[in-house]
């Protein structure tokens, strides 16, 4: 079997179209196009289902991608690096959300990249859920973390660590935010309290209410900053209240520039998740990366 249709074959099956694997091969459409359906007869069988946005695998496909898509990586990492002794300095390509990354991972891989024969250097790449794992599919990350399990065998994922979320407020700001009941619990009263928010949807804060009131936020935004560093600037100068993970505004708790404005008995998780290709860990510097990640995390939470 043509390795060139194998790769191709492997490329649309992360990318999901032959239009996004024709960008990332270099080729023409067309191109791709006559390469899958040459396999296709080799095979005697689809491997693709064509659809109006992109192409969805059939079960046979699946399964030649489950197989085929580790050795191909394999190869690809030996004729990018060659067979010298000297080329085992790699680079370590990660994606994942841009605060957790800018304070998590990111700190602890540095200490793997010094030039020890086993180190690498390091890039990285933020971005959504969505936007990571698609990357990391179409071969342009190889580590993800992500908030979002994969669903399929081309991605492996393993839980990282979970993130607590705090109701918080600078100190002046939380003496004007009054208890009110609701449901029998007692909640801050948020009727013109200003927010700090990432999206207009208010995804924290809902989240927030949905878990520990089992309600909903009845006010909008005030500010909103695709940051939640840039959210944490935000409370602890005033501006309002906002729902943070703890490792992020832990310092500030402890310096009393904010506080919490309520303890619930069972807080509000999200889990992260580190996300590899399916058979990348056979490659010694995305294992050792994922391995000290996975070690790393375990002192996080």
């Known amino acids: ?65 489950h197989k085929a898509a580790p050795h191909l990586d394999a190869l690809v990492e030996i004729a990018e690096s060659g067979l010298d002794d000297e080329s085992s300095f790699r680079t370590l390509h990660l994606a994942g959300p841009p605060e957790f990354t800018a304070e998590r991972a990111l700190p602890a891989l ?92 208010l995804p924290f804060v809902s989240r927030y209410w949905a878990s520990v009131f089992d309600s909903r936020p009845t006010v909008s935004g005030t500010v909103i900053a695709p940051d939640l560093r840039a959210v944490l600037a935000c409370a602890v100068a005033g501006v309002g209240l906002a729902v943070l993970p703890r490792y992020l505004c832990a310092s500030a708790l402890e310096q009393g520039d904010v506080v919490a404005l309520h303890e ?3 807080p509000p998780l999200r889990t992260y998740f580190l996300v590899v290709r399916t058979g990348t860990l056979a490659m010694p510097h995305i294992a050792r990366a994922h391995e000290w990640l996975l070690r790393a995390a375990s002192q996080w939470c």
């Open 1 to 65: 079997m043509d390795l060139a249709l194998l790769r191709t074959f492997v490329t649309v099956h992360r990318a999901g179209s032959f239009t996004r694997a024709a960008a990332l091969l270099g080729l023409s459409q067309p191109a791709v196009t006559s390469q899958i359906r040459t396999l296709e007869r080799q095979l005697g069988r689809p491997l693709f289902l064509r659809q109006a946005r992109g192409v969805t695998p059939t079960s046979i496909g699946d399964e030649l991608a």
């Open 110 to 201: 540095t200490e793997l990249t010094g030039e020890d024969g086993q180190g690498f250097a390091l890039r990285a790449s933020f971005g959504t859920a969505e936007e990571v794992l698609e990357g990391l599919s179409a071969g342009h990350h190889d580590l993800a973390i992500s908030t979002a399990r994969p669903r399929g065998a081309l991605l492996t994922a393993a839980p990282l660590c979970d993130e607590e979320h705090i109701l918080v407020a600078a100190p002046r700001r939380a003496h004007e935010i009054g208890p009110m009941t609701l449901h029998g619990k007692d909640v801050p009263a948020l009727e013109n309290v200003p927010l700090v928010e990432v999206h207009e949807s």
């Open 264 to 266: 619930p008995a069972v």
